[in-house]
């Protein structure tokens, strides 16, 4: 009951902070690992549990998407899904011992890209910087095979990417990263499932959860008027889970 109770809550405060201001997996993944799933399969379920979150917020943008820059969409769908699908697959060949290892570290770079994303997107439009089709197209699958290897932190990286690639329209942006995120999730989850890290249980209750957090949050996103308090509550979360994950 105690981890059904951990799951709910957990699932409610990510779907609610994914539909405000992002980060919702900095709270989802280290629930699972505290009740004791091993981070690998932590990390898989979390992921899977995030997908009819973004699946529901690309539907919401469906009339924003499209192409700026040099990349078609299509193009771009393709490459998120074979970054996504290589991350995958360099997740199932990282021994477990080796993941553990590199989860604080995965943790502080998601918490730090969601500190800094912000600033970092405004930076890159300010400046007016921009990158060649070839550049694009590589920036798009390593973004894209990080969020296959760990979700933590992929909305800030996919929102920078868009802006160096010569995306200018917010709304068109927001569509898109949450269609490659729903994109390469599914990828991600599809072999993450095949190879059996996925801990159905836990991942039915937090989905659940997690798309009524997302639900409740939306109706609330307008009402509220100061997110960056937000913002650095889920950055304290964070970095409190990376201490705790550098300790054990």
Known sequence: MLSIIILVVAGLLAGMVNAIAGGGTLISFPSLVWLGLPPIMANATATLTALPGYVGSAWAYRHDISAEGGLRLRNIIVIAALGGLAGAGLLLITPGDAFVGI?????????????????LVELVQAKGLTIGLGFSALAIFLVSGYGGYFNGGLGIMLLAVFSLIGFQNLHGMNGLKNLLSAVLSLVSVTTYATAGLIAWESAAILAISTTIGGYIGARQARRIQHTEYLRALIVGVGATMTLVFFAI
């Open 103 to 119: 989860v604080p570290w995965l943790l502080l770079t998601a918490t730090l890209l969601f500190a800094i994303g912000p600033r």
